[in-house]
């Protein structure tokens, strides 16, 4: 089982421009929640997908958007880009919406400049 | 809405030595409380849960925590600390219970360090 997998590892966007962040859930899971981490801090939660569905949304913008497949790996996205998005993004799985067990991937590390 | 204290920013420890991280969450309602370590460069992973039953929860690496109603905490401890459990601890609440679809609330982390 490969885990929670995330895509790409690492990237940097230019203020104002779009980025979509991919993540593939654990094998079983149907639930996928994003999360911000800033540099020192704890995550911060975004949102959460269960049947391709936004179902739980964190104090975020509505610059950041998500989707979720019928395979349910998961898709971020944020449009115009701040230099404060700059930001651990993790994305975590689980087999029930209420997280009593959330599996984290990796990681995807954005960079604005 | 929840939030999670984690008072100590950073803790040095020496090697073999016992360790308490400590955490306090606010909340009106009954809640789920969890454990997450992260390596560098690395996401979390879950070290142990509270959702019902005994208040003491044990991981299967010597780590214990206990949950503490009247004083809102779930301090995690550890007898005896050894140089691979540097990394970052982050305390977590989850709520309320029974309720529907929910993300989980973090603190802004403890980094142990050991010392040899």
């Known amino acids: 089982d490969a885990g929670v997998t995330q895509s790409p590892t690492h990237l940097i966007k230019t203020r104002g421009q779009q980025v979509t962040l991919r993540c593939s859930p654990k094998s079983g899971h149907d639930t996928v929640s994003w999360y911000q981490q800033a540099l020192g801090q704890g995550p911060q939660f975004i949102f959460q997908?269960?049947?391709?569905?936004?179902?739980q949304r964190g104090n975020f913008p509505d610059r950041f958007s998500g989707h979720q497949f019928p395979n349910y790996s998961s898709e971020l996205n944020v449009n115009a880009l701040l230099l404060g998005d700059s930001a651990l993004y993790l994305c975590?799985?689980?087999?029930?919406?209420?997280?009593?067990?959330?599996?984290f991937g990796q990681g995807t590390r954005l960079t604005v400049v | 809405a929840q939030s999670v204290t984690q008072l100590d920013s950073q803790v040095p420890v020496f090697e073999e030595a016992p360790v308490e991280l400590r955490c306090n969450y606010s909340s009106s309602v009954s809640v789920y409380l969890f454990w997450y370590v992260q390596y560098p460069n690395q996401g979390l992973q879950l070290l142990l849960k509270y959702l019902s039953g005994s208040t003491l929860v044990e991981s299967i690496n010597g780590f214990e925590a206990e949950f503490n109603k009247s004083q809102t905490s779930f301090h995690l401890r550890k007898p005896s600390v050894h140089i691979s459990d540097t990394a970052e601890y982050f305390c977590?609440?989850?709520?309320?219970?029974?309720?529907?679809?929910?993300?989980?609330?973090f603190g802004k982390g403890t980094h142990l360090i050991i010392q040899p």
């Open positions: 975590a799985s689980s087999w029930d919406s209420m997280n009593t067990e959330a599996f």
């Open positions: 997908y269960y049947e391709e569905e936004e179902r």
């Open positions: 977590a609440v989850l709520g309320p219970t029974g309720g529907g679809a929910d993300g989980l609330t």
